[in-house]
Nanobody
Framework: HVSILECGGGSVQAGGSLRLSCAGDWEEYSTNCMGWARQGPGKEYEVVAAILTGSGASYYADSVKGRFAIVHEGDAGKRTRYLQMNDLKPEDTAMYYC??????????????????WGQGSQVSVSS
């Protein structure tokens, strides 16, 4: 499976923005999809965003639709994808994990199941 290197995270006030990055040799390992999941304090794990690396089809959790987006920038996108998080809310506070290699894909309706995980980045949003 692909190795993942993720960076980013930090603290921000409500309404602010943060960007998480995730790098991996997606093409070399024929990674079918990648994305991010999070786990907040006392909360269950939640897949927030995912994208099929081939078609570009995407999934976003209802809790982040319209605020979060997976983006890439030019050729750098071949290895690095970003989770752009806008209009952050205190309930977005969580450990965010970049993940890849989907064992299941439910389209834009159902969250995918990831196999490979990064080390996690803390995001804290204060009110």
């Amino acid at each position: 499976h692909v190795s993942i290197l993720e960076c980013g995270g930090g603290s921000v006030q409500a309404g602010g923005s943060l960007r998480l990055s995730c790098a991996g040799d997606w093409e070399e390992y024929s990674t079918n999809c990648m994305g991010w999941a999070r786990q907040g304090p006392g909360k269950e794990y939640e897949v927030v965003a995912a994208i099929l690396t081939g078609s570009g089809a995407s999934y976003y959790a209802d809790s982040v639709k319209g605020r979060f987006a997976i983006v890439h920038e030019g050729d750098a996108g071949k290895r690095t994808r970003y989770l752009q998080m806008n209009d952050l809310k205190p309930e977005d506070t969580a450990m965010y994990y970049c993940a890849a290699d989907c064992s299941s894909w439910g389209g834009h309706v159902y969250a995918p199941t990831f196999v490979t995980w990064g080390q996690g980045s803390q995001v804290s949003v204060s009110s």
